[in-house]
């Protein structure tokens, strides 16, 4: 009984210091980064687009809407890709080409993500300065890179989430004559939509979040894009390139950049987590 | 869909003569015949759930599968439609046919065949849609009529489904927010509106409570005008009070197949005269 009760107090012990850190790690990066805020104001750091930590300028509009570029394309290229697939898998597939499928797409998700820029860097960016223009690292390359980065969550969610789909629908639909495609289209996906949506979320901030292979492959210019063959930065990349040799204000502002980006990705998350739990509804 | 069946041809196609049921169990005659199956057999893998069947079902009638859980009722009943293509690994032999036509042919419409004889399942499944969507899903997917046609068939459906003055305010809600009787009267409105030919109902009522289970089986008779009636059901009495052909089956064979009243006063088999006194099942 005794025995119970500490095992029971450790285990509690250290969930508690997880969730300990994790506000620690909110905290300071907050703590950090609200310097900037206060300074500069809010309003001229998030829609400013000039960036120049040498004349203390600093506003991040550049960057986010380069993560909103990158993201965007990402979603357009990666999305239809992905839940062709999933679809394909859970509705198509013979049961024993699946079961290969499947883990050979989780395997995607461990490939790290050095490897993908580095693909991106010496197989895309020239295929790209070659026949579309440009310098060829770009918005089109990190949106291609991340496009197959989100593809392993977004499959894996999505399939999930049409697994989950009653087999009694399918059935229903089969009874009364339909193909299977029709059941698929008009059924098995509507009953599967919040799951699917949520996919799509999670695989959102994968891509806002990413920032290896974004660096190697986008070229890390700080200016609006006005095409997806220029060169952007995003937000992730922004702190990465210069928190190495930032201090004072400059530091403060990569801190905020932090800020914006935890901002984002709870909000991503706490969608994707709403419609998880979302039951199907009309 | 992965299936794999084996057809053996058995000489020409039967013709239904009057009187003329070979190997059918059945005393009296059955004037119309809407659907003949032949020689049964069906096996999931190497497990052989059918062995043999031969019966009729008679036009405009309800025609009642009975017998202990694991028989093979559902079996049966879903080779007539055949809902046991999806399944992996079933093999089936003999033959079913559908107004002289086999429906085990290699050239026969799937979705048209199924249009022709839809089924109610154990469970009621409304799609996670809006009732209305439900209704009209049959509609879409076989283009049936225009548009402007489809509220008259959807109020007439649901008539006769008797749903229409519990749904007829909220025919865009959810059909998932139906009681469990109205999802199931959803079903059978969903699959009539589609004019089928043949309707299979598999333990339409098990989920259902005694008052939903009696409005189900009034619902049935007014059904039997219009429609062709196979049920599967566990249940005796239902089988007693609603249908007028009954077979009895037993670890996968047909032991029986009679007038419902031949087989609850006068049952010839042994076994089925065990089962209907309850002395096992
Ligand atoms: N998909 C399947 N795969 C393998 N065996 C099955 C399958 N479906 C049913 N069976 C078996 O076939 C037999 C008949 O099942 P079923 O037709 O569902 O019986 P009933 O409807 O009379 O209760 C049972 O023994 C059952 O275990
Ligand atoms: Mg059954």
Same mark, same amino acid.
């Given at each position: 009984?005794? &025995?119970?009760?500490?095992?029971?107090?450790?285990?509690?012990?250290?969930?508690?210091s997880?969730?300990?850190?994790?506000?620690?790690?909110?905290?300071?990066?907050?703590?950090?980064?609200?310097?900037?805020? #206060?300074?500069?104001?809010?309003?001229?750091?998030?829609?400013?687009?000039?960036?120049?930590?040498s004349?203390k300028?600093?506003?991040?509009?550049?960057?986010?809407?380069? $993560?909103?570029?990158?993201?965007?394309?990402?979603?357009?290229?990666?999305?239809?890709? $992905? #839940?062709?697939?999933?679809?394909?898998?859970?509705?198509?597939?013979? %049961?024993?080409?699946?079961?290969?499928?499947?883990?050979?797409?989780? #395997?995607?998700?461990?490939?790290?993500?050095?490897?993908?820029?580095?693909?991106?860097?010496?197989?895309?960016?020239?295929?790209?300065?070659?026949?579309?223009?440009?310098?060829? #690292?770009?918005? /089109?390359?990190?949106?291609?890179?991340?496009?197959?980065?989100?593809?392993?969550?977004?499959?894996?969610? $999505?399939?999930?989430?049409?697994?989950?789909?009653?087999?009694?629908? /399918?059935?229903?639909? /089969?009874?009364?004559?339909?193909?299977?495609?029709?059941?698929?289209?008009?059924?098995?996906?509507p009953?599967?939509?919040?799951?699917?949506?949520?996919?799509?979320?999670?695989?959102?901030?994968?891509?806002?979040?990413?920032?290896?292979?974004?660096?190697?492959?986008?070229?890390?210019?700080?200016?609006?894009?006005?095409?997806?063959?220029?060169?952007?930065?995003? /937000?992730?990349?922004?702190?990465?390139?210069?928190?190495?040799?930032?201090?004072g204000?400059? &530091?403060?502002?990569?801190f905020?950049?932090?800020?914006?980006?935890?901002?984002?990705?709870?909000?991503?998350?706490?969608?994707?987590?709403?419609?998880?739990?979302? %039951?199907? &509804? %009309? | 869909? !992965?299936?794999?069946?084996?057809?053996?041809?058995?000489?020409?196609?039967?013709?239904?003569?009057? !009187?003329?049921?070979? !190997?059918?169990? +059945?005393? !009296?005659?059955?004037?119309?015949?809407?659907?003949q199956?032949?020689? +049964?057999?069906?096996?999931?893998?190497?497990?052989?759930?059918?062995?043999?069947?031969?019966?009729?079902?008679a036009?405009?009638?309800?025609?009642?599968?009975?017998?202990?859980?694991?028989?093979?009722?559902?079996?049966? *009943?879903?080779?007539?439609?055949?809902?046991n293509?999806?399944?992996?690994?079933?093999?089936?032999?003999?033959?079913?046919?559908?107004?002289?036509?086999?429906?085990?042919?290699?050239?026969?419409? *799937?979705?048209?065949l199924?249009?022709?004889?839809?089924?109610?399942?154990?469970?009621?499944?409304? @799609?996670?849609?809006?009732?209305?969507?439900?209704?009209?899903?049959?509609?879409?997917?076989?283009?049936?009529?225009?548009?402007?046609?489809?509220?008259?068939?959807?109020?007439?459906?649901?008539?006769?489904?008797?749903?229409?003055?519990?749904?007829?305010?909220?025919?865009?809600?959810?059909?998932?927010?139906?009681?469990?009787?109205?999802?199931?009267?959803?079903?059978?409105?969903?699959?009539?509106?589609?004019?089928?030919?043949?309707?299979?109902?598999?333990?339409p009522?098990?989920?259902?409570?005694?008052?939903?289970?009696?409005?189900?089986?009034? *619902?049935?008779n007014?059904?039997?005008k219009?429609?062709?009636?196979?049920?599967?059901?566990?249940?005796?009495?239902?089988?007693?009070?609603?249908?007028?052909?009954?077979?009895?089956?037993?670890?996968?064979?047909?032991?029986? @197949?009679?007038?419902?009243?031949?087989? @609850?006063?006068?049952p010839?088999?042994?076994?089925?005269?065990?089962?209907?006194?309850g002395?096992?099942?």
């Amino acid at each position: 009984m005794n &025995r119970e009760k500490l095992i029971e107090k450790t285990f509690f012990l250290i969930a508690c210091s997880a969730l300990f850190l994790l506000a620690l790690i909110t905290v300071f990066i907050f703590k950090e980064g609200i310097g900037i805020f #206060l300074k500069i104001g809010f309003a001229k750091f998030i829609f400013s687009p000039d960036w120049a930590p040498s004349q203390k300028q600093f506003g991040l509009f550049s960057m986010i809407m380069g $993560s909103v570029w990158i993201t965007i394309g990402a979603l357009i290229i990666g999305v239809p890709l $992905s #839940l062709s697939v999933s679809i394909f898998l859970a509705e198509f597939c013979p %049961k024993k080409i699946a079961r290969i499928l499947k883990p050979a797409i989780e #395997l995607l998700a461990g490939i790290p993500s050095v490897v993908y820029g580095f693909i991106g860097v010496v197989i895309l960016a020239p295929l790209i300065r070659e026949y579309l223009g440009g310098p060829g #690292l770009s918005v /089109l390359a990190g949106s291609m890179v991340l496009a197959i980065m989100i593809l392993p969550t977004v499959i894996s969610i $999505s399939l999930d989430a049409l697994h989950a789909v009653p087999k009694s629908y /399918l059935e229903g639909s /089969l009874a009364l004559g339909a193909t299977r495609w029709q059941s698929v289209y008009m059924v098995i996906i509507p009953a599967a939509r919040s799951g699917i949506i949520a996919s799509v979320i999670l695989g959102m901030g994968r891509a806002v979040g990413e920032t290896m292979a974004v660096i190697m492959v986008s070229g890390n210019a700080v200016r609006i894009p006005h095409s997806i063959l220029e060169p952007v930065r995003t /937000l992730t990349s922004n702190i990465a390139l210069e928190l190495g040799y930032a201090t004072g204000m400059h &530091r403060e502002a990569l801190f905020g950049t932090g800020m914006v980006l935890f901002v984002i990705i709870m909000i991503l998350n706490t969608a994707a987590y709403v419609f998880t739990k979302r %039951k199907v &509804r %009309k | 869909m !992965g299936r794999s069946m084996c057809l053996p041809i058995i000489g020409e196609p039967v013709r239904m003569a009057q !009187g003329e049921h070979m !190997g059918s169990p +059945l005393r !009296g005659n059955i004037m119309d015949i809407r659907m003949q199956i032949k020689d +049964l057999s069906l096996w999931y893998g190497q497990f052989h759930a059918l062995k043999n069947i031969n019966m009729e079902i008679a036009e405009n009638r309800i025609t009642a599968l009975i017998g202990p859980s694991g028989c093979g009722k559902s079996t049966l *009943l879903r080779t007539l439609n055949r809902m046991n293509d999806i399944i992996d690994g079933v093999k089936i032999s003999g033959r079913i046919f559908l107004d002289n036509k086999d429906i085990y042919q290699e050239n026969i419409g *799937l979705t048209e065949l199924r249009k022709k004889i839809g089924m109610v399942f154990q469970h009621p499944n409304p @799609f996670p849609l809006s009732i209305y969507e439900n209704l009209t899903y049959g509609l879409r997917i076989h283009n049936i009529g225009e548009k402007s046609i489809w509220d008259e068939k959807i109020e007439k459906c649901l008539r006769d489904a008797w749903l229409w003055d519990d749904v007829k305010d909220k025919l865009h809600s959810s059909a998932l927010d139906l009681s469990l009787d109205q999802k199931q009267k959803l079903c059978i409105a969903r699959l009539i509106i589609i004019e089928p030919e043949v309707i299979l109902m598999d333990e339409p009522c098990s989920t259902l409570d005694p008052i939903a289970t009696m409005k189900i089986e009034e *619902l049935m008779n007014t059904l039997k005008k219009d429609y062709t009636i196979v049920i599967v059901t566990h249940n005796m009495q239902q089988a007693a009070r609603v249908s007028d052909y009954s077979g009895f089956l037993l670890l996968g064979e047909l032991i029986e @197949f009679d007038d419902t009243n031949n087989i @609850f006063t006068a049952p010839r088999d042994k076994r089925t005269e065990d089962y209907i006194t309850g002395r096992f099942g």
